[in-house]
């Protein structure tokens, strides 16, 4: 199976555990883009809608595309109260509009899915002239290197996932390589900024979460029962919180 559609299998609790984003994420977008009332915007994988409500709010005629089905029809159903949202469901390669056409395109922890040799020639020629595009990522990160539990969950993952690439919490790379990408294919402009929240889960709230991700959904379902048993045995043994420090990186260009 595609693993873009893994998100589309449990929908509810996609909504109720993957983080939203902060206040300030969106103010830096809208006054970066300077979209109001009437502008047109595209999502690019809405997803169950965590960065969908501000935009609305402003009065943009919104459509997200997004390649899930149940997805798409839970969003619609969300933000049924909002005249200027529409959804089509459809890869964004798929999607038709017409070229130079949209003042902002924004994806929130989605757009990674697309080929870039797809996904940033495609929006250049939807965007207007000077249009904008805004990218960003929520990347959550489990404690710190000298917290106990974090030791224990991460020496669990490498007992049932040896393979896992580690996560880098600051990860100066991955940035520098975004940044020159969206350089390389033409956008001016970029802006880079970093955000960062702190929550709190118990152990089967951040079960929960970890359910919202495709590699998780995806590992063989012994394996998946186990790691899970031991990182809520772990989790329990700490007094059954466990602090996730979310870092969210935002990308802002122009056409």
Not at 141 to 169: A, M
Not at 193 to 200: G, P, S
Request: glycine share 4%; aromatic share 14%; hydrophobic share 35%.
């Amino acid at each position: 199976m595609d693993k873009r559609f893994i998100f589309n299998e449990d929908v509810g609790n996609y909504d109720k555990w993957r983080p939203t984003y902060c206040d300030e994420l969106f103010k830096d977008i809208l006054n970066y883009s300077q979209v109001e009332y009437g502008k047109k915007v595209i999502e690019i994988g809405i997803g169950t809608g965590q960065a969908t409500k501000p935009f609305l709010d402003k009065g943009c005629e919104l459509t997200a595309v997004e390649l899930g089905k149940d997805l798409a029809d839970y969003t619609k159903l969300k933000f049924r109260e909002y005249e200027n949202f529409r959804v089509h469901n459809s890869a964004f390669e798929d999607f038709v509009c017409q070229y130079e056409s949209i003042d902002l395109i924004y994806s929130a922890t989605a757009f990674h899915w697309i080929p870039e040799e797809k996904g940033f020639p495609r929006v250049s020629k939807l965007l207007k002239k000077d249009g904008t595009l805004a990218l960003f990522w929520n990347r959550p990160f489990v404690s710190r290197e000298n917290d106990e539990l974090h030791k224990q969950i991460q020496g669990i993952y490498q007992k049932y996932r040896p393979s896992n690439t580690k996560i880098i919490e600051n990860d100066t790379k991955k940035y520098n390589n975004r940044f020159k990408t969206i350089e390389s294919y033409g956008f001016k402009d970029v802006v880079f900024k970093l955000y960062h929240l702190t929550r709190i889960f118990s152990s089967n709230d951040y079960i929960a979460l970890l359910n919202t991700y495709s590699d998780h959904r995806s590992l063989p379902y012994n394996t998946k029962i186990m790691l899970e048993k031991e990182i809520r045995e772990a989790i329990i043994d700490f007094g059954n919180k466990l602090k996730i420090y979310d870092t969210i990186d935002l990308y802002l260009a122009r056409k």
